[in-house]
């Protein structure tokens, strides 16, 4: 079993900066892919980006430009630097782990995809 902790959230003005991370335990895998989403209520979870174990990112257009996935493998933890928010960036934010060997460079964006789940940090940008 993986744990998943997300830390870093919380209140912030339009145009602020916050950085979001997801600290992974239990059972090591050799390949994870990590995801960031995002939720909304009454909406879907939505990918925000993914990472995989070498570094190869994907965004959804919504945050190219504004947020920027990293990691660091020995400390088993990801990040989300979130800057230039918006009031539509208010959402519920989750981290989540993808343990298969896909080949061929593909990153998982749908979330029936992910194998591990954070339990979320609540992100409000006042306007």
């Known amino acids: 079993q993986v744990q998943l902790v997300e830390s870093g959230g919380g209140l912030v003005q339009a145009g602020g900066s916050l950085r979001l991370s997801c600290a992974a335990s239990?059972?090591?895998?050799?390949?994870?892919?990590m995801g960031w989403f995002r939720q909304t209520p009454g909406k879907e979870r939505e990918s925000v980006g993914v990472?995989?174990?070498?570094?190869?990112?994907y965004y959804a257009d919504f945050v190219k430009g504004r947020f920027t996935i990293s990691r660091d493998n020995a400390k088993n933890t990801v990040y989300l630097q979130m800057s230039r928010l918006k009031p539509e960036d208010t959402a519920v934010y989750y981290c989540a782990a993808d343990a298969t060997n896909y080949s061929g460079g593909y990153l998982p964006r749908n979330p029936i995809e992910y194998d591990y789940w954070g339990q979320g940090t609540q992100v409000t940008v006042s306007s």
């Open positions: 990472i995989s174990r070498y570094g190869h990112t």
């Open positions: 239990g059972r090591t895998f050799s390949s994870p892919i």
